[in-house]
């Protein structure tokens, strides 16, 4: 996200060995996925989230998109997931023919209501998905009850949630499935790139076949068979070497880049909160039995016409704010799905007044001044 502001809303890290890394791999003769440092990432991934199998995909959709492979969602099926969310939770499922079942969001955390889910639970239900907003958890405990009453597999879209932990337990360890990004917004990244978190152990051995177009070339790759071939449905969801050795050299920075961004956020926090009391605007809620990745930071503002006024405001200084989500059961698709206004009365409330503040590793103490200034010359 290039941007012709002085403050962008984001600017992409880079944490200094990403180029020695690709040049290894450019003399190393090993340019395509599964090579070393697709299994640094993973072994680094595994090692960071105890008792999960991670596998790099191309994207945190494509691990979705194989989650929902993995889990032989199709016509018939309904999966739940929260109204307030990235199209990316939904659309792997409904691809497959499965139809979203929108459920409103909390108003503190801003995920799913865990409390509004057993109404939605119908005898088609296989599925709960969850995102953590923010990477600060969902209520996983009465989730995770919900789900095992009612047989349903637990999927984390854990794309803001690398880091976060609900009551100890990382997240994306949490379900039986999650899915990871490395886009370019999140804390780490390569650009474009994923990865599915595998808590079941039954179904490693198919998703990597699933990952690798069907074919049983992974184990060839081991070693454990002569040859291989087609034995299941599949696609192509495995990332390059080249990508996975720059995200090899964020992982390895993971310390540094997450003690910047927790420096900031709670800058942010602290000299907003006076502020924020007075003018009526609400700051990010974090549990106390949850450890937040420090993903995002957003101000609640009282209207939306509220918010207008201050995103046009920072515009004036020069300074990228955003939105966030149009709520899905309200967006073309969602309503061709059923969705209607009025549905999920949470998510269409805040998605009309979250103001997202520029938010990156690399922003200066300097300009964090001057974004905090510029907020606090503001009159509601
Ligand atoms: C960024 C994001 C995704 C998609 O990630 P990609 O790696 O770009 O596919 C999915 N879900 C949520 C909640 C996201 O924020």
Redesign the pocket.
């Known amino acids: 996200m290039s941007s012709r502001y002085r403050i962008p809303f984001n600017r992409p890290h880079v944490s200094g060995k990403e180029l020695t890394y690709l040049q290894q791999v450019m003399a190393g003769g090993h340019a395509s996925g599964d090579g070393p440092f697709t299994k640094r990432c993973q072994a680094l991934l595994e090692e960071m989230l105890p008792g999960t199998r991670a596998l790099l995909t191309t994207?945190?959709?494509h691990a979705l998109e194989l989650a929902a492979l993995l889990l032989d969602a199709g016509p018939g099926q309904e999966v739940i997931l929260p109204a307030y969310?990235?199209v990316?939770?939904a659309n792997p499922f409904v691809l497959r023919g499965a139809l979203p079942v929108f459920v409103d969001i909390r108003a503190d955390t801003l995920n799913i209501d865990e409390r509004l889910v057993p109404d939605h639970i119908s005898d088609r239900t296989t599925t709960l998905a969850v995102?953590h907003y923010g990477g600060i958890a969902c209520e996983m405990d009465p989730l995770t009850t919900l789900a095992a009453r009612h047989g349903l597999q637990i999927v984390e879209?854990n794309?803001?949630g690398l880091f976060g932990r609900y009551r100890g337990r990382a997240l994306g360890t949490c379900g039986h499935l999650a899915a990871l990004?490395?886009?370019e917004?999140?804390n780490i990244t390569c650009g474009?790139?994923?990865a599915l978190l595998i808590n079941d152990p039954e179904l490693v051995a198919r998703a990597e076949v699933l990952r690798e177009k069907g074919t049983d070339r992974s184990r060839f790759f081991r070693g454990e068979i002569s040859r291989y071939t087609w034995i299941d449905v599949g696609s192509s969801y495995l990332p390059s070497e080249l990508l996975a050795a720059y995200l090899c050299a964020q992982l390895e920075a993971r310390d540094c880049i997450q003690a910047r961004r927790r420096q900031i956020w709670t800058r942010y926090y602290s000299a907003l909160e006076p502020w924020a009391t007075a003018a009526g605007v609400g700051l990010p809620c974090v549990p106390a039995d949850r450890d937040q990745p420090f993903h995002l930071f957003y101000l609640m503002m009282p209207t939306p016409e509220a918010r207008a006024r201050l995103k046009a405001h920072l515009a004036g200084a020069d300074i990228f704010s955003v939105s966030h989500y149009v709520p899905l059961h309200s967006s073309p698709v969602g309503r061709r799905l059923g969705g209607r206004p009025g549905q999920c009365p949470v998510a269409e409330d805040i998605s009309e007044r979250v103001l997202r503040l520029p938010f990156y590793a690399d922003l200066t103490a300097d300009d964090q001044d001057y974004v905090l200034a510029s907020i606090m010359s503001w009159r509601p």
Do not use: L, P, R, V
């Open positions: 994207s945190c959709t969310t990235f990316s939770t995102m879209d794309a803001h990004s490395f886009h917004t999140k474009e790139g994923g």
